[in-house]
């Protein structure tokens, strides 16, 4: 079993950025994947970014790449997510989420632990 808490949300305005933290607890999250996924109210949860178990591959959704940057701290159990640029469309809750396949995914449904979200509200 892995446990997912996020952290670092909050309400920023158009043009700033928020880091959001997942730090992770129960085993090792060095060999599994990792991604961040958000979810705005009457939207479905959407992918926003991924990186692999070693942190040499990631993957973004359109909407977020260039100005989101997904890192892993493996010594630390930890997955962050630096949000620049932030604009209105990105308000929502942030969720960290942890898959036991090793290559990079991109659907929910094969994730198997998430957090609890984090939201972040970006004011225009």
């Known amino acids: 079993q892995v446990q997912l808490v996020e952290s670092g949300g909050g309400l920023v305005q158009t043009g700033g950025s928020l880091r959001l933290s997942c730090a992770a607890s129960?085993?090792?999250?060095?060999?599994?994947?990792m991604g961040w996924f958000r979810q705005a109210p009457g939207n479905e949860r959407e992918f926003v970014a991924a990186?692999?178990?070693?942190?040499?591959?990631?993957r973004y959704a359109d909407s977020v790449k260039g100005r989101f940057t997904i890192s892993r701290d493996n010594a630390k159990n930890t997955v962050n997510l630096q949000m620049n640029s932030l604009k209105p469309e990105d308000t929502a809750v942030y969720y960290c989420?942890?898959?036991?396949?090793?290559?990079?995914?991109?659907?929910?449904?094969?994730?198997?632990?998430w957090g609890q979200g984090t939201q972040v509200t970006v004011s225009s």
């Open positions: 990186i692999s178990w070693s942190g040499s591959s990631t």
């Open positions: 129960g085993r090792p999250i060095s060999s599994v994947s």
């Open positions: 989420a942890a898959t036991r396949i090793v290559r990079i995914v991109i659907i929910t449904t094969l994730y198997d632990y």
